[in-house]
């Protein structure tokens, strides 16, 4: 029942910054984890960012430092705010949730385009 829908890609010069939204047609309960994943082409998918329904936050080598992901219970919304944006961080930008407790239940967004380009 739950889908996923992100926004907020675009294009954006070196050195510049994105705001990621990724909205739940559903409640998303404590019982899921949030994360974002982005993958570029010829590339495998990758995780950039997670976090817990208590706020617990893990981050990949690449953007720890630049990019913080956040959650909003209330609004069944995640976000991404990436800052001092490179031309590797361009790729589709997934959001995913996973159900902790029934880990077969997930959901994952369309994706979102970014690119990072001068």
């Known amino acids: 029942q739950v889908q996923l829908v992100e926004s907020g890609g675009g294009l954006v010069q070196p050195g510049g910054s994105l705001r990621l939204s990724c909205t739940a047609s559903?409640?998303?309960?404590?019982?899921?984890?949030m994360d974002w994943f982005r993958q570029a082409p010829g590339k495998q998918r990758e995780l950039v960012a997670a976090?817990?329904?208590?706020?617990?936050?893990n981050y990949a080598d690449s953007v720890k430092g630049r990019f913080t992901i956040s959650r909003d219970n209330a609004k069944n919304t995640a976000y991404l705010e990436m800052n001092s944006l490179k031309p590797e961080d361009t790729a589709v930008y997934y959001c995913?949730?996973?159900?902790?407790?029934?880990?077969?239940?997930?959901?994952w967004g369309q994706g979102t385009q970014v690119t990072v380009s001068s």
């Open positions: 995913h949730a996973k159900n902790t407790i029934v880990g077969i239940i997930e959901y």
């Open positions: 559903g409640n998303i309960l404590g019982g899921y984890l």
């Open positions: 976090i817990t329904s208590d706020g617990r936050t």
